[in-house]
């Protein structure tokens, strides 16, 4: 199953900040999920290319048309363009892992495409519209349920998602989840990254500082519970390069996430048959690249104290755990899941 020549499998997390895929053959590869058009001829003569991704996209922005297709955990509505960008998305995660080569040599690819739950419900239709051409077999599930699949948390335990753009949750019974056992929300890292920006244009005045340099301090100096020590930033104010303290404005910001993340997975717990809900509090797993913040597990921990306890394990590999949760299920998959996807 894993010779090139004949077939290829792959798990694809199509996340709001960043994609992954992982292969039958071991390839692991991840992209921002940013896509990049060049705005003019000058552009084009600069830049050489006719569509960037990933950093590249970010950091040549000025010259680009810019797109993040996946927003609030949904594949955005609307736009010619941004329909383009998911396709063009998961058309370089394919070519990166090799996939092109396989069906040029006649072999098949099989896909098992991971996205947000809420983006299951809502946009189904649209990743299978992307994905037609790609690839000859396709799977679409919820990232939470991925994740558990790939660490074989199938029965009792929870998944706590926590990405860019949706915190999604995920129950398991022992079968595929319904939307009964799943919940999203909103409050992720890109909501962090709105309640920072917001704090620091209050407290300093003149402050002049994109989201984008915002998220990289989020991403390196996050926390929830006691600091290591001040956060110091160099960053403009009104024109002139100023050193501040952000250690306040990041702990605000990112201890705002704790209580929805919190209230929503103990109303799930409560959905739960009563006498599974030890076993799943005890069995709680927090996913996602937000999930690095350290203290959120233990702030999680500390919210189930009062209705009788549990633990919350983090991941080790937040980047690729649920493309590799998708690569397994692919591996396990029946003929008769698959859905045939025509050129």
């Given amino acids: 199953m894993t010779d090139k020549s004949q077939h290829l499998l792959v798990g694809i997390d199509l996340g709001t900040s960043q994609s992954a895929i992982s292969t039958s053959d071991g390839d692991r ?6 896509v990049g058009w060049p705005v003019d001829a000058v552009a084009r003569k600069i830049l050489k290319k006719e569509v960037l991704f990933g950093t590249d996209a970010v950091e040549n922005r000025t010259m680009l048309e810019v797109h993040r297709p996946l927003e609030r955990g949904l594949l955005k509505e609307g736009s010619d363009k941004d329909q383009q960008a998911i396709r063009e998305l998961l058309a370089h995660l394919l070519e990166l892992a090799g996939a092109d080569e396989v069906r040029k040599k006649g072999g098949k690819v099989r896909a098992v495409v991971g996205v947000p739950a809420e983006a299951l419900r809502v946009n189904k239709q649209h990743v299978r519209q992307a994905m037609r051409g790609l690839v000859d077999g396709l799977i679409i599930v919820s990232e939470p349920f991925a994740v558990a699949y790939g660490l074989d948390a199938l029965l009792h ?23 009964e056992d799943q919940r999203t929300l909103t409050n992720a890292g890109d909501w962090v990254d709105e309640q920072l ?11 002049s500082v994109s989201i984008h340099t915002v ?36 702990r605000q910001a990112c201890e705002s996430l704790g209580p929805p993340v919190a209230e929503a997975m103990l109303d799930l717990v409560a959905s739960v048959e009563s006498e599974y809900q030890d076993k799943v509090r005890h069995n709680v797993i927090l996913a996602g690249g937000t999930s690095r913040m350290p203290g959120f597990g233990a702030y999680l ?43």
């Fill in 301 to 343: 921990e500390r919210a189930m104290d009062e209705y009788g306890g549990g633990k919350v394990k983090v991941v080790k590999d937040p980047i690729y755990v649920g493309a590799d949760g998708g690569l397994a299920l692919a591996q396990d998959a029946p003929t008769s899941d698959w859905e045939k996807l025509p050129d």
């Fill in 29 to 34: 590869k991840v992209v921002d999920s940013y």
């Fill in 197 to 207: 920006h917001t704090l620091l244009a209050e407290r300093h005045p003149g402050i």
């Fill in 215 to 250: 998220r990289d301090w989020k991403e390196k100096h996050s926390f929830i519970g006691e600091e290591s020590g001040p956060i110091t930033v160099s960053v403009p104010i009104a024109g002139r390069p100023s050193e501040i303290d952000i250690t306040e404005e990041v």
């Fill in 157 to 179: 335990a929870m998944v706590v998602d926590v990405g860019a753009g949706t915190t999604d949750f995920c129950v398991m019974k022992g079968r595929y989840p319904t939307e």
